[in-house]
């Protein structure tokens, strides 16, 4: 049984909370391999949520927020 395909409006809010995210590591001068290591995570699932294709657990972010040394606030703002 497959997964339903969220809304229209939930993916673009995926997809805004990713830049947001790569936007923070960035302006930390991080890579996307540093924050993976970090948060024990394969680069490639890294990629999939800085790019708005994954929806991580809340847990996954916050250790994404940790690994870039940011309030988790600051990635899910709207």
């Known amino acids: 049984m497959s997964r339903p ?3 229209d409006h939930v993916i673009a ?3 805004r909370i ?3 995210i790569r936007a ?3 302006e930390r001068n991080l890579t996307q391999e540093t924050v993976a290591l970090r948060v ?3 680069r490639p699932n890294y990629v999939r949520i800085e790019q ?3 929806s991580p657990l ?3 972010l916050l250790l994404i927020a940790d690994a870039i040394g940011v309030p988790l ?3 899910v703002r709207e």
Request: glycine share 12%; no cysteine.
């Open 73 to 75: 606030a600051h990635l």
């Open 24 to 26: 923070a590591r960035l």
């Open 13 to 15: 809010r995926r997809r």
């Open 52 to 54: 708005g294709q994954a």
């Open 58 to 60: 809340l847990d996954t």
């Open 5 to 7: 395909v969220p809304p």
């Open 40 to 42: 024990g995570m394969e």
């Open 18 to 20: 990713g830049d947001q």
